[in-house]
Structures are given as C-alpha cells and as structure tokens.
C-alpha cells in the first residue's frame, strides 16, 4: 500500500535527481501492488538507492533531524518499548526526556503511526531520521539481548584446558588417572553453558576409535567442541543416560528421553538421543529454552507471493496441512506461527505432541506418554470427542499417526502436522508409504509446505561483489554471469569472522486442487503429478533461495550449501 508520505519522498527523490523517471514508476508501482513491505525496502532493496540519500532525503522533506545512529546515542533503557516499537513500527525509541521520547525512522515519519504512538506511550514524539544500515545494525542487538544475556551464566571450568586436540594429550590423561579432571557431570553442564552461549540447537557426542569427540549445531553447521580422552566415555554417557530417565543397562539400542534444567535465570528442556555404533553410544542433545517467544508468520522467512500461499491454506475450514522438511528445519517453528496466525478466542485449538515444546495461552495441549498407553491414535479419538476447529499433531513419523491425522482431517477438522521428508511432492508417496489409503489422502490434502533453513548474510559487514563464473556454473546461474552483482559477508565483531548472523527459511508451497487430488487418488507416478503442479505454478524451493541470493539475503557459498 502506497501512502502520501511514500509518495512525497519518491517526488523528492526525482526532482533532486536521485532516482529517474523509470526507477520513479518502478517504486510506486511496487509500493501499490504490495512488491515491498516498506519505503525503505523499494527505494534501497529494489531501485539501489543509497541509505544514506534516503535518510537525508526524509530529513529534508519532513522537516525532521538527521542523526547519525550508535550505540553511545541510546540512553533509553526499556527492552520491552523498544521491542514493541520495533515489532509495531519499524521504529527505535531512543532518549526519553520529560514528556518527549525520541524515535529513529528509517521510513517517512507517517502521520497515523506518530497519532498511535503518541496515544500509546502518552508522550510526546519526536521522529528523527537515520540511516538503515546504521538502524538495522543497533535492532540487531536490540534483538540479540536476550542471547547476550546467556552470556551472563556462570561457566564451570575451562573447556579448552581439557581438549585433546588442543593441549598435550598424555598430560590430560595423567590428570585423569590422578583424579584432578571435573568430573562427568559438571563437564556435561559446561559443555551444554558454552553450547547456548554459541546458540547452537544441538549437541553431539560422538565415541571415536582413540577420543570422545563433542560438536555443537550451530545454524545448521557442525563446528568443534572438544575431544575428550576416550576413556571418558562411559562416565559421560552414564551423566546422560540418568539425565534423560534411559535405560541404564541397554546400551544395544537406540532410547530416547527428556529432562528439564536450568542454567543461571534460564530454563532448558534436554532431548536425549542415543545411538549405538561400532565405538559406542553416540549421544545428542537438542536444546529448548522454555517459554520462547511463539514467532509471527511474517519472521520466517515467506516470500510475498509464498506468504499469500500460506494465508490461503491456512485459511481452509477443513482438511490436511503438512509442514515438511529435514531434520533441524524449523518444521516446528513454523507450525506454531501458523497457529498464532489462527489463534482466535472462537476456535477451539488442541495439540497433540510427543514432547510439548512451545505453551500456548490459546490452545489446550496434549504431550502423548507411550509408556501410560497415551499413544497418538488413542489421544487422537480422545481429541476428536472435544470437537476441535484446529489440530496440531507433532509429527507424522510411522503409519499410526499418518492414519490417525487423515483420520482427523476426514471427520472435517483442519489438521497441521508435519513430516521429514527430502521435497514438497515426495511427501505424497512418504505418507501412502505410512499407510494412508490414497483415497483419504487425496480427499484431505489441502497442501504441504516445504523449507530449509540458511543462514543469512551478516548485515554489519555484507558487502557488493563480482562473482567468478566458476561459482555462478556451479549454482546453475550462468545466464546471468554478465549482469549480476552479489553479496556476501566479508567478517566482523559481531559475526565472529563468518560473515554470517542469524537464520531465515526458503521454501516451496504446493497447494494441491482437484487435478492433483485427482492424481493422488489414481497414484500417478511422481513426475505426472510434479508436471501438473508445475503447469498450476508450483514452484521448486530453488526459486526462493536465488530470490534471496539475488535480493543479498544469503550468499552465494551458502546457496550452494544447501541447494547444490
């Protein structure tokens, strides 16, 4: 949507010589027909305006201070205003005097949104312009405090005093046999402190011939821990195993459990898996602080022409939504958004999970308990007698829950579920495969929404740059080898050297309509149904990727990564 302040400042912009006639036409229509969220995001992101110009451009035509942005300028201290403007205006409080609270824009100063803002901190605003880079990189760690704030928690020993492929392995191993090592158990909490202050999702413990190695999951990428003196190991895997309520004397195959802790102020819930392998129980533990903050549908990362998608299937009254993906794809993630877009006092929300990882205040929530004969099925029935507008069943993993979600979804309730799987077609046969007769599958799939998650590119240090044509052939984008300017992140404080900082998702949507009902029915092989979807517009998750390659959200490095 086009307002007269956007419309203002693109004048501006054209009578100062800024932009030309093209690129003043290209950003009222990509204001007028939804193309970009904001003003900022038309004139920076799509025509390649200069931040700068812009910000000095909103000061000059509203009439409002220009300041450069830092650190040492904000000396309000409310993390819960700031986050609230942020989320609800796209805009910073940063000095709050008396009855006067000064906020950074890097948008136009819109009229109705200074009324709201006056009207719900009872202050007197006064706008000032800045800089988006210079803004996002201060929300970027206005965002980032609550991980900072992990940085606060005690640490319990040195983990490098201890690794083998750091220091001399024979003194580490005299240490042990004379007892002066911690012991297991402070060992297992420091290395899962030092895992959450890394924000990794994911702790591995991995029994080698001569060593117990440790990597953490940090934003889908394995990186070294520690090793530790393989005569550690059984110490350590007992720690776990009593953690995580296992059996302690089956170590021939794999167990699964759960336990809850706390580190300083914070509260984590510990998934334990184990594994057995030829040199040992190999161990992971998934980390989920509790009480995380349900994210809104527009942070995860939908395109706009995927979102509208979304919204479409999410507002089907009945049938069957499948959220797909890897392992560690933010399937979860996604499906609680898609219920806090839902939530409504008049809809009756239950879930079905096997372990509860997110508490609703909207919804009832059900953990199954195998061991009490609390199994999907059962619960499912149980559910259904509740008369439920919406389902979330956790995950489709054997063919008792695939049957028991098309089950539901047959009785006419809207079911969300989600299942591991390679692509958005090769769901249909994984699920027949579990045993969902075609015929009830094709009379409840509304659609499947598959993702991946990348990482995207540091915003603090992303720069412009030429890639090689031996990159752009490997990505299979040699046709815009002449033309095509890239991004990427050379490095800095605040990414740690990697170039990369925080998460997003590319995705691919198939909403599946009568033809391919039809197809799911009669099992048309595979390409016949990925030729109809094609021809109703279905589009490959490589689309999404190189539109953020493209659009400088993801390096070229990263896309190959993922997509190959």
């Not at 440790?214 to 889908?220: A, C, F, G, K, L």
Request: aromatic share 8%; hydrophobic share 40%.
């Amino acid at each position: 949507m086009i307002r007269d302040e956007d419309i203002r400042l693109s004048k501006f912009l054209f009578t100062k010589g800024y932009i030309d006639k093209v690129k003043f036409d290209k950003f009222n229509r990509m204001m007028a027909e939804a193309e970009a969220k904001q003003c900022v995001e038309a004139l920076v992101d799509g025509l390649g305006v200069n931040d700068e110009i812009v910000g000095t451009a909103i000061s000059e035509e509203f009439k409002i201070p220009y300041v450069t942005l830092s650190s040492s300028l904000i000396t309000l201290n409310s993390p819960s205003l700031k986050e609230d403007f942020l989320k609800k205006y796209q805009a910073l409080p940063i000095i709050r005097s008396g009855v006067e609270l000064t906020v950074a824009f890097v948008n136009p100063p819109y009229k109705d949104v200074l009324d709201e803002m006056r009207r719900d901190a009872k202050v007197f605003v006064v706008p000032v312009a800045v800089k988006r880079s210079a803004f996002d990189a201060i929300t970027k760690k206005v965002n980032i405090e609550e991980v900072n704030e992990f940085l606060q928690i005690p640490s319990k020993v040195q983990l490098e005093t201890f690794d083998i492929s750091k220091r001399n392995k024979e003194k580490i191993n005299e240490l042990l046999k004379s007892g002066r090592l911690p012991n297991a158990d402070v060992l297992i909490d420091e290395i899962i402190i030092t895992a959450i202050k890394s924000g990794a999702t994911d702790v591995y413990f991995e029994p080698m011939e001569q060593e117990f190695h440790v990597r953490y999951n940090i934003d889908s990428v394995l990186e070294h821990a520690i090793s530790l003196p393989k005569e550690m190991t059984e110490s350590l895997c007992n720690v776990m195993r009593s953690r995580g309520s296992l059996n302690m004397f089956d170590k021939k195959k794999a167990q699964d459990g759960r336990y809850s802790t706390s580190y300083g102020k914070f509260q984590f819930d510990m998934r334990v898996s184990t594994l057995p392998t030829v040199e040992g129980e190999r161990f992971s533990i998934r980390i989920l602080k509790k009480n995380n903050r349900i994210v809104d549908i527009n942070e995860i990362g939908f395109s706009h022409e995927n979102l509208s998608l979304v919204r479409y299937l999410l507002n089907r009254p009945r049938g069957l939504l499948v959220i797909a993906g890897p392992s560690a794809s933010g399937k979860t993630t996604t499906v609680y958004g898609c219920m806090n877009e839902l939530k409504d006092s008049q809809k009756n929300i239950i879930t079905v999970e096997n372990p509860v990882e997110y508490r609703l205040e909207f919804a009832s929530q059900v953990q199954v308990d195998v061991d009490q004969k609390l199994d999907y099925a059962s619960s499912m029935r149980a559910v259904l007698r509740q008369h439920p507008d919406l389902i979330f069943l956790g995950e489709i993993r054997d063919a008792e829950a695939g049957s028991a979600a098309a089950e539901a979804a047959l009785t006419g309730t809207m079911v969300v579920t989600t299942i591991l799987s390679s692509d958005a077609l090769s769901c249909i046969p994984r699920m027949t495969n579990f045993g969902i007769p075609p015929s009830w599958l094709a009379s409840t799939l509304n659609g499947i929404i598959y993702q991946q998650l990348v990482r995207k590119i540091c915003t603090h240090c992303k720069e412009r740059y030429k890639p090689t044509k031996h990159m752009l052939n490997a990505a299979g984008l040699h046709q815009l080898e002449d033309s095509i300017m890239l991004y990427r992140g050379a490095g800095c404080e605040v990414c740690g050297g990697d170039g990369h900082l925080g998460r997003t998702a590319i995705h691919e949507i198939l909403v599946v309509d009568e033809e391919l009902k039809d197809l799911i029915f009669h099992q048309a092989s595979p390409v016949k149904v990925k030729e109809a979807a094609t021809k109703k517009g279905f589009e490959s998750i490589r689309f999404d990727a190189v539109k953020k390659l493209v659009s400088g959200v993801i390096a070229l490095e990263e896309y190959l990564r993922v997509i190959g």
